[in-house]
C-alpha cells in the first residue's frame, strides 16, 4: 500500500501570499540541531510547529519505552496540531533528523488563526483525516503483511518522499539507521536485516551505512 499523498499534508503550500504572511505574523522563526527534539510526549500542548525546511521523526513509547516510529514530517508539514486542537498533552516526540527550520505558533494564536480563516481550518481537519487514514493502514500492514513486505513498502515510500535520482537507481536521502526502520516498520532490527540481505540478494536495493539505493520499486511493489 502506498503511503499518504505528501501534497495532502503540505499545509505551508496550501496557502496564499496573504494567509502565509499572516500565519508567520502570528508565529517566531525557530531552528533545531539535527537530533534535537522540538518537543517530548507528554509535554504540554503550548502550540504548533510548521517545518520550513528539514524532515522530522515522529515517534511514540511503546512498551518497555521501545520507540515506535510513526511517520516522518517533511517541509509544508505541520507537527503538534492535534495536540493544540484538542488542548491535551503531546501524544509524541518530534525530532530533527537533520537542519530543522520551523515557525513556531502558540497555542491561543493558532485557533485564532484557524477562526479567522475558516478555509484552512477546513483543510486542516481534512489533514488530520489523511493522517488517521495512514495510521488505521499501518494497522492494517502490521496485521496482514510479513516484515519483508513491510520494509518493501516503507523503502518505496522513502523512495517518493525523500529520494533522489541516482542514475537509473533513487537514493533514499534520509538518514535512517536501521533501528529506526525496524520502529516504523513494528519489527526487530535482526528481522530488518533479514529483510534488507534479501533484498539486496534479490538486486533490488543497494545499502550503505544511513543510505539506501533503491534499484527495482517494481520489484519491490511485487512483494507489497
Known amino acids: 500500500m502506498p503511503g499518504p499523498d505528501p501534497a495532502a499534508l503540505d499545509f505551508l503550500s496550501a496557502l496564499t501570499d496573504q ?14 540541531a539535527p537530533g534535537e527534539a522540538v518537543f517530548h510526549e507528554g509535554d504540554d500542548a503550548s502550540g504548533v510547529i510548521a517545518i520550513v525546511s528539514g524532515r522530522a521523526k515522529v515517534a511514540a513509547a511503546g ?15 505541520l507537527v503538534g496540531e492535534l495536540s493544540a486542537v484538542a488542548g491535551r498533552p503531546r501524544t509524541a516526540t518530534v525530532t530533527a533528523l537533520g537542519p530543522l527550520e520551523t515557525v513556531a505558533v502558540r497555542t491561543a494564536d493558532f485557533r485564532r488563526f484557524l477562526a479567522e480563516h475558516p478555509r484552512l481550518a477546513s483543510l486542516m481537519y481534512e489533514r488530520l483525516a489523511v493522517l488517521l487514514a495512514e ?25 517518493e518522499t525523500a529520494g533522489e535520482p541516482d542514475g537509473s537507481a533513487v537514493r533514499i536521502t534520509l538518514p535512517l539507521s ?9 519489527a526487530s532490527r535482526e528481522a530488518v536485516a533479514r529483510s534488507l540481505h534479501l533484498l539486496r540478494e534479490l538486486g533490488w536495493i543497494e545499502t550503505r551505512r ?9 520489484g519491490l511493489r511485487s512483494l507489497v
Open 135 to 159: 495510521a488505521n493502514r499501518q494497522l492494517v500492514d502490521f496485521a496482514t503483511r510479513d516484515v519483508t513486505a513491510r520494509i518493501a513498502g516503507r523503502l518505496l515510500e522513502l523512495a
Open 178 to 186: 536501521q533501528d529506526e526502520l525496524a520502529a516504523w516498520a513494528g
Open 63 to 77: 512498551a518497555a519505552g521501545r520507540e515506535v516510529v510513526l511517520r516522518f514530517a517533511g517541509a509544508g508539514e
Open 210 to 218: 544511513r543510505e539506501i539505493r533503491v534499484l527495482n520499486a517494481d
Open 19 to 32: 494567509e502565509r504572511a499572516a500565519f508567520a505574523a502570528v508565529g517566531r522563526d525557530r531552528r533545531f
